[in-house]
């Protein structure tokens, strides 16, 4: 029973923050919207605290997997074919819907300020610069590998967050469009600049 309650519980959080945000998305409310008492959560979760880790760890857990099940469908080994897939991860449907959308947001900020949430931010920067990193080093030098690698992951990072910042929402498919154009633009530059 204990992952079933787990999940709804974290459901409940992403609902709470999507409706009243962060600072509102009390204990009291997150149990309403779950349906449970108060006490599961520190049962469980040892308070909010907990809770929101929990919850960040499941958004980015999903973020993991929408990545690697693109990258594991690819049938090459292309280094632009895996770029790509990890850009169309990031701006997956379990990332970019409104509520968890409001959650990436809440977590952002909260980051600043709590350790356990900036281990988290920083284990998934790490990561989405370590894997367009190795990519990139297969078709430049380390030098510019890592410098793309950071271009690139701001441009994600930034993408989305305006994106979410938008009344409207992110969109998601324009988001892809203009980072595999700069993603074009990038490859472009490098095979420009290196000698033949």
């Given at each position: 029973m204990e992952p079933i309650r787990r999940q709804q519980l974290i459901k409940a959080t992403i609902a709470a923050i999507d409706e009243v945000g962060l600072a509102?998305?009390?204990?009291?409310?997150?149990?309403?919207?779950?349906?449970?008492?108060?006490?599961?959560?520190?049962?469980?979760?040892?308070?909010?605290?907990?809770?929101?880790?929990?919850?960040?760890?499941?958004?980015?857990?999903?973020?993991?997997?929408?990545?690697?099940?693109?990258?594991?469908?690819l049938q090459t080994s292309n280094p632009r074919a895996h770029l790509g897939a990890i850009i169309?991860?990031?701006?997956?449907?379990?990332?970019?819907?409104?509520?968890?959308?409001?959650?990436?947001?809440?977590?952002?900020?909260?980051?600043?300020?709590?350790?356990?949430?900036?281990?988290?931010?920083?284990?998934?920067?790490?990561?989405?610069y370590a894997n367009l990193c190795h990519q990139f080093r297969r078709l430049m030098p380390r030098h510019e590998a890592r410098a793309c690698a950071r271009a690139l992951a701001a441009l994600i990072d930034g993408l989305w967050l305006r994106g979410a910042l938008t009344p409207e929402g992110l969109n998601s498919d324009e988001a892809r469009r203009l980072a595999h154009d700069y993603l074009d633009r990038l490859l472009d530059t490098h095979d420009t600049l290196s000698p033949t």
């Open positions: 509102d998305a009390t204990v009291m409310r997150i149990a309403r919207h779950a349906g449970v008492s108060a006490g599961i959560i520190s049962h469980y979760f040892g308070g909010k605290d907990g809770l929101l880790e929990a919850t960040m760890r499941q958004i980015l857990g999903d973020l993991g997997e929408a990545v690697a099940a693109r990258r594991n469908a169309d991860g990031n701006f997956d449907g379990s990332q970019v819907t409104g509520p968890v959308a409001k959650t990436w947001l809440a977590f952002w900020a909260s980051s600043m300020h709590r350790p356990t949430l900036a281990r988290l931010q920083h284990v998934n920067d790490r990561r989405l």
